[in-house]
């Protein structure tokens, strides 16, 4: 199994396979635009205009679930990304990463690489999971750790 075998809803509304992004290392994040970790935007952004041709790309996956910290649309999310932080990697549509609603895909990643202590609940918005070649999760960080703190890491895969 590998995050290929899932399909999500971009921000524009088009359903999409995750194949789509087989061969590349992946870095997928919980994200939230009202939130303390919201600055790591501009950090995302940085990582995939550093490494996009190199075969990496950045996932964005905005969820509610956390204080209520993106209650906005997806017009308003990919909006606020755009304009306050240039986002251009892509932005899927507002999901569940944790609980009975949980997308898939965060279900898989949760499982596959778990928090601190063998915990597979997400705890709050920016936890990112880094993805190899093959589609396999590698490593979990959590919304503390910045995304350049990680360069290393994606490094070594690409």
Known sequence: MSVYEFKARTIKG???SLHDYEGKVLLIVNTASKCGFTPQYEDLQELYAEYEG?????????????GGQ?????EQIESFC?????????????VDVKGDKAHPLFEYLSKEAPGI?????IKWNFTKFLVDRNGKP??????TIKPNDIK???????
Do not use: C, H, M, W
Request: net charge positive.
């Open 14 to 16: 088009k359903e999409v």
């Open 54 to 66: 190199r075969g990496f790309a950045v996932l964005g996956f905005p969820s509610n679930q956390f």
């Open 70 to 74: 993106e209650p906005g649309t997806e």
């Open 82 to 94: 755009s304009l306050n932080y240039g986002v251009t990697f892509p932005i899927f549509a507002k």
């Open 117 to 121: 202590l063998g915990s597979k609940s």
């Open 138 to 143: 590698i490593a979990r960080y959590a919304s």
């Open 152 to 158: 290393k890491d994606i490094e070594k895969l690409l």
